[in-house]
C-alpha cells in the first residue's frame, strides 16, 4: 500500500470521472469526444502528459524519444516480456500489452498491473500476477505505461530505442527514493 | 553397447540378490516395445532399437491416430507406453491421461489436480510440463505448484503425495521425474525469481522425503564432502560455494535444476546440470557463484556429490546449464570410454569422463557463438576449464546501464532443454539447437519474494550474417568436436529428437512438422504438417507387432512467448530482410498427440 500511495504522490493524481454510459447507437459519437490519450498537452521535467494529466510519450524531431519512454523499454523488457513477448506484441502465453495500453483508461491499467486479474475456465487460464508489492514494476509503471503506449501507435518502433532524452534530476531523484524506500 | 551395459547391470542386481526399485526401470526401457521414462532411458539417448520404419520406407508414414488433450498452452515432452496403456499429460492444469491401445485409445483413466492458478504467473515462460515418469507400476508425476503424485498406473488411484517447494516464493516445477533405486529424484524452477535451487529425494513407496541437495549454500546444504567431491579433478575443498558470492546473495542465488536426469546403475551416479545464478545483472554478484551452471555427479542413496564441473563461471549471459546429460560407452584413442557429452545453453559441446568428471571435449556446436574464444584445456594453468570471455561480450566487463550487442548465443542458448538424441550405430548425436543472438543490458533490481527478479533487458534476433533462419537441426561428432552435418530452420528448433536403429532420426520444428531424415546424411526423407507448432519430444513403441511413432503438438513455452511475433536485429535498422519472421503467421494454439505408422 506504500508503494501505491508513494506512487500515488509521485504523479500528482487526481483521478477524474470516467463516463462509460455510450450506448452502442452513439459510439461513434462518444468516440470522437473521448479525450485524446496521446497527444501530449505539457511538459514537467522530462515528463510528458496529456491534457487531462495522464502520462504520455514523447518523441522530439529528431527522434530522440523521453526517458520515460526508454526507461519503459528497458524495464518492459526485463519485467513483463517473460510471458507478454518482446516489444509488447504479446505471445502465445498473454495478450499483446502494447493494445491494452491503448484500449485500456490508465487507471484501469495501473489497476491490473497492481492487483492482478484471473480469467481461468475450460478454455482458459491467463493469471496476471499482482506487481503492486515489485518496486522493479511499480516505481517504473508509468515508463512501462507510456512505452506501450508508444508501442500501440506505432510511432515507437519495435526494438531498442536509438535515440533518448537525458534522465532528469526530478526523474533520478524520484528513482532512487522509489528503489530504496 | 547399450545391450552390454544393461545386461551387466542386471548380473549385478541378480548378485546383490535384491530387488532393487529401479529393476522396473531397467526392464521397461530394455524393452524397445515401451517407452517408460521421457528420456527413453537411463542414459537419455533418446535411441530406440525399433526399424520396421527404415530410411528406405519413412517417406510412406502417415497418421495412424490422434488425440486432443483439451489444453491450449505449450506441450512439452512426450507420451509414455508402458504394455497396452499410452500415458499423455498436459501442461497446467497437468492432467494425464491413460489410453487404451487395443481400444482405439480410449480413455481408461484420467487424472486432473486441482492447483491454485496463482502458480501460473510465477512460471516463467508458459505453464509447460514435460512429462510423468513409469516405475514399479506406478506414474510419477510433478505438478506445477511442486506437489508431487504417485499414480497407480492401471487404476489412477493416488497412492500419495509430497509437496516440494512453495509458488509463492517462486519455486514450482516444468521437469519430469527421475525414478531410481527405490526413489524419485525431482528438480524445481524459479531462477527467475531468486530461489535457491535443489534437488530432492522421496521414498517411491511412500513419498516421505529422504534428502535434498542445494546447487548453492553451505556443505551441509549442497552435500559434498570437502575432501572427496571435486571439480576438475582437484577436492572442491571447504565452503566451495558461499566462499564465491559476496554476503548473503547465495541465497536468493537461483542454480535451479528444471532439467533432465540421467542415471548409470554400473557407477551408481545420477546426473544434472544447474541453472543460472540469480539476478541476470552480474555486477549484483561479484564471485564465481558456485555451484549454479555446473554439472553435477551425485548418489542417488544420499545426495552425496561425487564430482562438479563449472561450465560458467560468474554467468553474465543466463546461460542455463540444465540441459540433458547423454550417457555413451566409446572408444577414444582405442581406449573405452564411459562419456557424458552434454550441449550447453553456452554454445559449447562437452565432452567428459563420467565416472572422474575429468574434461575432454568443449567446442562449439554452432559456428556463430562469439562470448567466447574457448575452453582453458590445460589441467596445469591456473585457469583450467574456464571459458576465455571476450570482452566486448561481456555484460560484466561493460558495466550495468550499458548495452552490449551482439552477443551469440542468445539467452536461450543454442540450445535450450529440448534433449538431443545419440546412436550408436553412427555414434552421432543429434541436436535441436537455436540460431539466435542478442543485446543485453544488466540494471540494479530489488528482491521481493514471489516477484520476478530478473535485472537485464534483452533484444532477440536471428544470428547474423548467416542462413536468416533462428535455428539449425545438426548431427555431431562429440569425440573430435565437430559439427557432421547442419540443416537450418526458419525458427528455433524446440523438439526433444528420436533416433532409431532403422537410421531415422525424427523431430519437429515450430511450425509443427514432424520430420524424419537420414541419420548418416541429414537428407529429408519425410515430413507432415500436424495442427499446432511442436516443442514436444519425439518417442516410438510398438503395439500388436506394429511401430509407432508419436510427438504432442501444441505451441508454447519460450519459443512461443519469444518468436510467437517474430524477432529482428535491431541493429539492422529499418527494412531489414528476413526480420519479424512471425511464428504466429504459422501456427496457433492447441495441444494434441498425432501418432504415425507405415500403412498396411
Redesign the interface.
Known sequence: MTTITRLACRLGLVIPFVLSTASFADEKKAEDEAPDNIAVSYEEDGKYFTEDDIPTYNISDDGAVDWYTFSG???????C???????G??????P?LKNSALDMDYYDFVDVVVN?R?H?DA???????S?G?????MCYLDDIYVYLKGRGTEEV????PAKKEKKSAMYKEAENAC?DG | MKRLLIGSTMVAALCAGTVSANESVIRDTANPNQWSIQTGDYANTRYSELKEINRHNVKRLAPAWTFSTGVLRGHEGSPLVIGDIMYVHTPFPNIVYALDLNNDGAIIWKYEPKQDPDVIPVMCCDTVNRGVAHANGMIFLHQADTTIVALDAKSGEVKWTAVNGDPTKGETNTATVLPVKDKIIVGISGGEFGVQGSVTAYNMETGEREWRAYSVGTDEEILVDPEKTTHLGKPVGKDSSINTWEGDQWKIGGGTTWGWYSYDPELDLFYYGTGNPSTWNPAQRPGDNRWTMTIMARDPDDGMAKWFYQMTPHDEWDYDGINEMILTDQKIDGEERKLLTHFDRNGLGYTLDRDTGELLVAEKYDPVVNWTTGVDMDPDSETYGRPTVVAEYSTEQNGEDVNSTGICPAALGTKDQQPAAYSPKTELFYVPTNHVCMDYEPFRVSYTAGQPYVGATLAMYPAPDSHGGMGNFIAWDNIKGEIVWSLPEKFSVWSGALATAGDVVFYGTLEGHLKAVDAKTGEELYKFKTPSGIIGNVMTYKHNGKQYVGILSGIGGWAGIGLAAGLTNPNDGLGAVGGYAALSNYTALGGQLTVFALPD
Open positions: 523499454f528497458r524495464r518492459y523488457h526485463s519485467e516480456h517473460v510471458c507478454h513477448g518482446p516489444d506484441e504479446g505471445s502465445s502465453y498473454a499483446a492482478g484471473k481461468v478454455s482458459a487460464n491467463s493469471v496476471m500476477p506487481f508489492t515489485n518496486k522493479n514494476v518502433a519495435r526494438g531498442r528503489m
